[in-house]
């Protein structure tokens, strides 16, 4: 079992910056990937950014040049740096972690509005 606590989400500003964060726990593998995905009210759940053990990353094209992923492998934990955030960017954001299988984290709430 692999435990997920995701912090950092808020309400911001069109513009601004947030940052998120995820601590993964339990039964932990080195060769695994973790991500963020997102959901906004009345919509499918949608990739944002995934990286690597290794450090490949991949992003959304709506999220290109905006956002970053970035992990610390010692501290199995994953990071999101959300800059020039947009009202459309408003979602309940989640952590995935896979190795085999996949869990989720109970997602943070970021909202994006003057």
């Known amino acids: 079992q692999v435990q997920l606590v995701e912090s950092g989400g808020g309400l911001v500003q069109p513009g601004g910056s947030l940052r998120l964060s995820c601590a993964a726990s339990?039964?932990?593998?080195?060769?695994?990937?973790m991500g963020w995905y997102r959901q906004a009210p009345g919509k499918q759940r949608e990739l944002v950014a995934t990286?690597?053990?290794?450090?490949?990353?991949t992003y959304a094209d709506s999220v290109k040049g905006r956002f970053t992923i970035s992990r610390n492998n010692a501290k199995n934990t994953v990071y999101l740096q959300m800059n020039s955030l947009k009202p459309e960017d408003t979602a309940v954001y989640y952590c995935r972690y896979q190795y085999v299988r996949s869990y989720w984290g109970q997602g943070t709430q970021v909202t994006v509005s003057s």
């Open positions: 990286i690597t053990s290794g450090g490949r990353t």
């Open positions: 339990g039964s932990i593998f080195g060769d695994n990937a």
